[in-house]
């Protein structure tokens, strides 16, 4: 158990509709990165938050937003969906907001859009 | 840009054999080098890291990897693997500075059998 939960593990949902998807970091990480996992994209950095700031931005679409609250955890909203964003999504925390901090792993959301 | 390239989709060994996970990566800055290893049906675990110093890295579960600059790669190896090795590994990288995620490899199975 890494520490980092997501909710929920799974999410069926159909086109056009839109998700939040939740994370709650390992106690005392102050960073928190989303990623997502598909077959064909493999696993690709989304978006990262350093103590309620966004602190880095990758391959996440513009029909997708985040945030980080006072309290740490974080939620990723997937709006207009479409089959292809089914996929898992991994919240990821660490203690630091550089890449020498070690990133724990949640178990992750599984996705489907049908 | 950097980029991770793992040589081999999938890896199949017999029990009690050696392996050999092959990573090279790509960057025009330095950056710090990881292997994760992900179990079916679960999250992204660290497996080592190599921030700096020695080159040989050993991490959890017997495993070890060598950064080689010159070839830009870092190979993860077991001297003698288990049933229960059998999983998905990924090699990434981070850049030698604040606000940066993972780029992650597209993955290597390694299958162990009896």
């Known amino acids: 158990d890494s520490g980092v939960t997501q909710t929920p593990k799974h999410l069926i949902t159909a086109t056009g509709q839109r998700v939040t998807l939740r994370c709650s970091p390992r106690?005392?990480?102050?960073?928190v990165y989303w990623y997502q996992q598909s077959l064909d994209q493999g696993l690709q950095f989304l978006i990262q938050y350093y103590n309620g700031e966004e602190r880095a931005k990758g391959n996440i679409l513009e029909r997708f937003s985040a945030q980080q609250f006072p309290d740490l955890h974080s939620e990723l909203n997937l709006s207009s969906l479409e089959l292809g964003d089914s996929a898992l999504y991994f919240c990821?925390?660490?203690?630091?907001?550089?890449?020498?901090?070690?990133?724990?792993f949640g178990p992750g959301t599984r996705l489907t859009v049908t | 840009a950097q980029s991770v390239t793992q040589l081999d989709s999938q890896v199949p060994v017999f029990e009690e054999a050696p392996v050999e996970l092959r990573c090279n990566y790509s960057s025009s800055v330095s950056v710090y080098l990881f292997w994760y290893v992900q179990y079916p049906n679960q999250g992204l675990q660290l497996l080592l890291k190599?921030?700096?110093?020695?080159?040989l890295v050993k991490g959890i579960n017997g495993f070890e990897a060598e950064f080689n600059k010159s070839q830009t790669s870092f190979h993860l190896r077991k001297p003698s693997v288990h049933i229960s090795d059998t999983a998905e590994y990924f090699c990434a990288v981070s850049l030698r500075q604040a606000g940066t995620a993972l780029i992650f490899g597209k993955g290597t199975t390694l299958s162990v059998s009896s």
């Open positions: 990821a925390s660490s203690e630091g907001p550089g890449g020498s901090y070690e990133q724990y």
């Open positions: 106690s005392g990480d102050l960073s």
């Open positions: 190599y921030l700096s110093g020695s080159t």
